[in-house]
């Protein structure tokens, strides 16, 4: 199973399924990432942690072990 | 004509100019609501639109109405006006930004079902277009069922258009909006919403629709605690029931996100047309340098280094200049104070002089930090920082933008404070803010500086100094502290519901210098009205205090003594006049005093001129030289004038100096005892069994209590106590001498290398500051936080000294 946090920065790749405990999954579907959507992993903070996804026209940042949660399948 | 009057809430996600929309429209007539229990607040403001006044609510920015916290709940409670002293909504604005529609339509598919007549506020269409993206507001407003209405605040544009479209929509009926989430989902909504209905009597509201919705689908936070709390286990079993069948296998965050993404995404294709072909934006192309893994680091910390400095040291002369103002203007005051009213004179002077300029001297620092947070927020920076540092944050339980309130605190912890609004998340909003206090702030440094001339030796420790190292050492005690309790914090009573670090990077825009200034009013303003009250009456009490009772005995036995040293100086005076053939009185010997009086004078201030003037040692000493020869000629010339006047005319100069000196010691002596025994004199003997185990006396008990509203305040106490007044600072010798030559009862040192270790770490710790728990209690919108951050750390400082002076003793320190 691939998951965003596993993706290289430049990465594009195609939401699977959100699975987290259920305020966080909450969030993470309102914030626009929710099953088929498209994104893009732009970069990662210097310390390698957060990351910078887009997502809807957008930028949002997330931290790897919330980027754990999000299954998804990398496009080409 | 009679008034038309509306009232209107204004929603709309963060960062989509909905702040700057909102001062377009009531312009400056705005005040500021709090909630009561929660921690954010909205404002009021008031627009005209030709005989109708509508007020305004601006809820605070969310991405969605589910609520965890009460403070997520805030919106929806004021959209059904159930907020108290807030009116009810008939009518809501919607602001949408053009470059970023699909999730803004999120909070107005859930606003819409409200079913409140509703205007769409459309803004970015700048930035919108420079993307390609182009909308077409007539369709986007049929599937709405809204206006649409593009607007450009900075700009004015639409303004008008806008407050046009409200007048016309309020005067028609709201439809709400219909969302399909499907048959089972809808009908659970339904029989939910009849059961919380049947609940009503007990709740004291009728609940409506969409929060039947929410209770279905969050099944938590605040509204399901009350009506799990008068609906008991009979409502938990039928919700519980409800959201098993709604569900059907699935999850209900899910069904709702698709349902609303879903009919989203139907709109967005008709309304909006796009030959965004992918290519960077100029968001992008900073960012690539502003978070690059090296120059992002660099001007990261380069701002922070010009932030710090900026609050730590530029604040510095402006602070000095509205105390010595303060001080000017108080002394103008004073003047006017008869001499027989020494009670209205030293309430005046210690009291209210030293109260407002207690309260103004935070303003610099405030402006300065916002000044900057005003800048980068708007520029949408902040965001970016908190990404670089979220990292070194998380550890503690926090996140990236806790960091720069928390380094503002090492310069002061109000502004930090007050800093700490850029946290969305609640708890971890509260968290910075109890940990702001801990950072050693530069009140806590002329503390350190006297303690540390006085008893730390100064020789070397290796390459570094011992001094330097213990004042280090100061710096990092709060630290170490403040770890363990983020850590005890963030794992319990204030454990975030959610990981907070979700975080939207808006796109970048120019500060706009209107916005940052009315930040800067209203920060500096809000200051002033809410926490300078507190700091204020804080002063007064204190005053108060330290004045009374004020024991009629000891001042007639000090005022005796001052009158017969007087006596004394005049006898003196008049036997010189007598010796040297003089008349007392007489005209050409009064001239001879005046003249020395002033040539001393002159000569004293150019010397003083010269030592600050002249940095090189044999320079100065020739210059100094040089003056004193001048001194001497002068005399001379003096004396070739006066002739027989002049030598009797030096003996009583000599004279009258000292006794200036002799009654100013009395008058010293006199403060230092009615401080002893005002009524902090006597919370200082009542503690002192508490303070010993500390290595104190009362004395320092007593100023350790004084310094509770500003811990810089011991210097001046300990000046008191020790019989020099009340004007020391942390530079000055007699002060550090007396320090070190004072005794205890049995004629020991009272203040050993121990002592004052023991002393400097319960300053380190200890929430001495009335200003800090005033800004604390206005930005939680609680007395609960400063009381508990005060008990809390008074405890850990009683703990932290009392460890620090027995260990350092047993240590022979």
């Known amino acids: 199973m691939t998951t965003l946090a596993d993706l290289p920065v430049g990465a594009s790749a195609r939401v699977i399924t959100v699975t987290a405990q259920a305020a966080l999954e909450q969030r993470i579907l309102e914030m626009g990432v929710l099953p088929g959507v498209q994104l893009k992993v732009v970069r990662q903070a210097p310390l390698g942690d957060p990351i910078e996804i887009k997502v809807m026209g957008y930028s949002l940042s997330l931290r790897r072990s919330e980027a754990a949660c999000i299954e998804v399948e990398v496009q080409a | 004509m009679h008034a038309d009057r509306h009232t209107v ?18 312009g400056t007539r705005q005040k500021i609501a709090n909630f009561p229990g929660v921690t954010v607040e909205a404002k009021l403001g008031t627009a005209k639109f030709e005989n109708s006044e509508i007020t305004i609510i601006d809820l605070p920015g969310t991405y969605s109405l589910a609520a965890r916290s009460p403070d997520e709940r805030v919106a929806t409670e004021a959209l059904l006006g159930r907020v108290p002293g807030t009116p009810k909504p008939d009518g809501v604005i919607i602001v949408l930004d053009a470059s970023n529609l699909e999730r803004n339509l999120y909070l ?10 509703a205007v769409i506020a459309l803004t970015m269409l700048d930035v919108a277009q420079s993307r390609g993206i182009t909308i077409d507001v007539e369709v986007l407003g049929k599937q709405l069922n809204a206006t649409v209405v593009p607007v450009n605040s900075p700009q004015g544009k639409g303004i008008d258009a806008l407050k046009a479209a409200l007048h016309r929509t309020l005067h028609h009926p709201g439809k709400a909006l219909h969302v399909p989430f499907g048959d089972e989902f809808t009908k659970s909504v339904d029989e939910l919403h009849a059961a919380v209905c049947d609940l009503s009597v007990k709740l004291g509201f009728k609940p409506a629709r969409p929060e039947a919705l929410r209770l279905l689908v969050d099944g938590a936070g605040p509204f399901f605690d009350e009506c799990e709390q008068v609906g008991g286990g009979a409502f938990t079993d039928t919700l519980q029931k409800l959201r098993a069948k709604a569900a059907a296998g699935s999850s209900l965050a899910l069904i709702e ?7 989203i995404g139907g709109w967005v294709a008709q309304a909006r047309t796009s030959d965004d072909d992918g290519k960077r934006t100029k968001t992008d192309k900073v960012d690539a340098v502003l978070t690059n893994k090296v120059w992002g680091t660099l001007i990261f ?16 002369p402006l602070m000095d200049g509205i105390e010595e103002g303060v001080g ?19 309430l005046l002077k210690d009291g209210v002089i030293g109260g407002v300029g207690g309260v103004l001297v935070f303003l610099p620092q405030i402006l300065i930090l916002f000044l900057f947070i005003a800048i980068l927020e708007d520029l949408g920076y902040m965001s970016r920082a908190a990404f670089l540092m979220d990292r070194v944050m998380a550890p503690l339980g926090l996140n990236g933008r806790s960091f720069i309130p928390l380094l503002s605190s090492f310069a002061c912890a109000i502004p930090g404070i007050m800093g700490t609004r850029v946290i969305e998340d609640r708890n971890t909003r509260l968290t910075t803010i109890f940990l702001a206090p801990f950072m050693s702030c530069s009140a806590r440094l002329p503390v350190y500086t006297l303690f540390i001339a006085a008893f730390v030796p100064d020789h070397g420790v290796g390459p570094f100094n011992l001094q330097g190292l213990v004042l280090f050492a100061m710096y990092w005690v709060g630290v170490l502290f403040a770890i363990p309790t983020a850590l005890v914090l963030k794992r319990g009573i204030l454990k975030s519901k959610i990981t907070p670090f979700l975080m939207e990077l808006p796109s970048y825009k120019m500060p706009r210098p209107k916005a940052v200034a009315r930040v800067l009013v209203e920060r500096g303003g809000a200051f002033i009205k809410r926490a300078g ?23 007639e036995k000090h005022d005796a003594a001052i009158a017969a040293s007087e006596d004394e100086f005049a006898a003196k005076v008049a036997a010189i006049a007598k010796d040297g053939g003089f008349a007392e009185d007489d005209e050409a010997l009064a001239a001879s005093v005046a003249d020395i009086e002033e040539l001393t004078a002159t000569h004293e201030e150019a010397v003083a001129a010269t030592e600050e003037e002249i940095v090189d040692e044999a320079e100065l000493e020739a210059a100094l030289e040089e003056r004193a020869a001048a001194f001497t000629a002068a005399l001379l010339e003096l004396k070739r004038r006066h002739g027989a006047a002049f030598e009797p005319a030096q003996v009583i100069y000599t004279a009258r100096i000292e006794g200036d000196e002799a009654v100013a010691a009395l008058e010293k002596q006199r403060d230092g005892e009615l401080l002893a025994g005002s009524f902090l004199g006597i919370a200082g003997h009542a503690i002192e069994p508490a303070v010993k185990p500390l290595g104190w006396d009362w004395r320092i008990g007593m100023a350790a209590i004084a310094s509770f509203p500003a811990r810089e305040v011991i210097i001046a106490s300990l000046g008191t106590i020790f019989n020099l007044g009340g004007d020391e600072d942390e530079e000055s010798e007699s002060l550090r001498h ?19 270790l023991s002393i400097m770490v319960f300053f380190a710790l200890c929430a001495q500051c009335a200003a800090t728990l005033a800004i604390m209690r206005r930005e939680t919108n609680s007395w609960k936080w400063p009381i508990a951050s005060f008990v809390y750390m008074t405890s850990l400082a009683y703990i932290a000294a009392l460890v620090t002076y027995q260990v350092a003793s047993a240590l022979g320190a």
């Open chain 2, 9 to 26: 809430a204004l929603l709309g996600n963060p960062n989509t100019g909905k702040s700057s929309l909102f001062t377009a429209l009531t």
């Open chain 2, 738 to 756: 007396v320090l070190v030559d004072a005794e205890d009862k049995e004629g020991n040192p009272l203040f050993t290398l121990a002592t004052a």
């Open chain 2, 533 to 555: 009250t507190i700091i204020f009456a804080v002063a007064i009490i204190v005053w108060a205090l330290a004045y009374f009772p004020r024991d009629g005995a000891v001042i």
């Open chain 2, 257 to 263: 996100a698709q349902a609303r993404y879903g009919l």
């Open chain 2, 108 to 117: 107005a598919t859930q606003v819409l079902e409200f079913g409140l007549p």
């Open chain 2, 301 to 316: 910390m380069v701002l922070m280094l010009l932030v710090f400095q900026s609050i730590y040291a530029w604040a510095g």
């Open chain 2, 328 to 346: 000017a203007l108080g002394g103008l005051l004073l003047a006017l104070v008869p001499d027989d009213m020494p009670m209205l004179h030293s």
